[in-house]
């Protein structure tokens, strides 16, 4: 495309082009990418739903949800057996004819097709780092905190003691590394947006940490600054709110009982 | 652009133009986006260095490897001190005057910078997906499978018996829902090309797995043929064989000795 339309090969370089040539040559616009409305499905908790709800809220695209589908937890098993889902769980995302498993893949597809992906390469990068630190600190709460199903030394899940510890030493060396990350931006937010994917993932995962351990970030003051920032976007409060198309969404991540 | 390109509005459908105006309507070429040579660390050995190595080398980019850069074990704790890696963790890719960690993150960048993202959105969505679940796939082999460093029953790592059930009944489960994803494609691969970065980081899973338990997507004839076709293109087969800019990458997941 550059040799058609910058270095004549085919003649047409008399053309009053403008010099913005790759500014113009993007991709077709959202709206034109997306046919109708995307629709969520997963069950009514935060978990790894938030991520995805957040998303599809600051996407700007029209989306739909649990509160639009009627969609909870009595009617998964029957979800399941039309063989719908790929995997074989939610969350999952219907658009354009598709059904996109795995909240990392629905992220990623509704920040390519919405402009949510970073503004540049670098930025994109930054995203994607930002989202599978998201995921490790995600895969690190599955292990050491209870959950509205799973309580203590059930099914992978470590005792109490290893909770303190978690919460003592290995938390604050995950968020150190993020800070740290953070410093060496720019600005604020880890990307000039503020609302990569990867930064609406990383705020998904922060927000259900924050629910566990209330000053989990404080000793971090730019990623506290950070969290508070985008909670405060009128899109993340509709969909902390309950008020964006998934409905209510419940706490997921508890402490248990002492 | 599409209005310049194809609609006529400043008065130019007169040009000799294709009709895939999109096609040509491209990002500029991979060459324009990445100065100079990438640079992959990893410890060399196989697990998460693998998948970023096959998308290094079958990007078509310049790049440098522990080959070039003489990297090994010996040297990891003084590159950490010099606090370059973002989050203390090995892969990072070197590019553009950036340090992009995590292993996700760096198959994307290079799958965005170099073309192996997936021809549009649909195809895109799919290596997502596929990268998820190969993601999946490698943490549990983490909790199952020994390793060069670690054994059965320490640092979160499950013992003999849970392996037994992890390969007799998780693995199969896991693996049938891959071999569904790819039987609904059009091919014998996930997307047209085979190789989007998904399909990549999936086949470096396969491949770590199958050195553990060589039948264990024999079930899967599918899958078994994507792993064998995508083994046998030359990129692999070098980087394979230690012939990439990465030389020798170990096997990490071991079978325990009984």
Redesign the interface.
């Known amino acids: 495309?550059?040799a058609?339309l910058g270095s004549g090969h085919?003649g047409?370089t008399h053309?009053?082009l403008p010099t913005q040539t790759?500014a113009?040559?993007?991709?077709?616009a959202k709206k034109a990418?997306v046919e109708g409305s995307m629709t969520l499905t997963y069950f009514p908790v935060f978990a790894k739903g938030l991520g995805p709800a957040l998303c599809a809220e600051l996407s700007g695209l029209a989306w739909k949800g649990n509160n639009d589908t009627g969609f909870d937890l009595s009617k998964w098993q029957a979800l399941k057996d039309t063989?719908k889902p790929?995997?074989?769980q939610l969350p999952i995302l219907e658009v354009?004819g598709?059904v996109?498993?795995?909240?990392?893949?629905i992220c990623?597809?509704i920040g390519?097709?919405s402009g949510l992906e970073g503004k540049d390469?670098?930025e994109?990068?930054t995203s994607?780092?930002v989202?599978?630190?998201s995921?490790d600190l995600y895969?690190l709460m599955q292990?050491h905190q209870p959950t509205l199903f799973k309580s203590y030394n059930t099914g992978?899940k470590l005792g109490p003691e290893e909770n303190k510890t978690f919460w003592a030493k290995v938390v604050p060396t995950e968020v150190g590394?993020l800070e740290?990350?953070l410093a060496?931006s720019a600005g604020e937010s880890f990307t000039s947006s503020g609302t990569t994917v990867g930064e609406l993932y990383l705020f998904a995962i922060l927000h259900q940490m924050k629910l566990c351990t209330p000053g989990f970030i404080d000793a971090t003051p730019g990623l506290l600054k950070f969290y508070e920032k985008t909670k405060s976007l009128p899109g993340v409060t509709k969909v902390l709110e309950g008020k964006s198309a998934m409905g209510q969404m419940k706490q997921y991540f508890i402490n248990a009982s002492d």
């Open positions: 495309a550059q058609i085919l047409i053309l009053p790759w113009m040559a993007e991709p077709p990418r063989g790929p995997f074989a354009n598709m996109i498993a795995q909240a990392i893949a990623n597809y390519r097709v390469d670098a994109f990068a994607q780092m989202l599978a630190a995921e895969m292990i992978g590394k740290k990350l060496a």
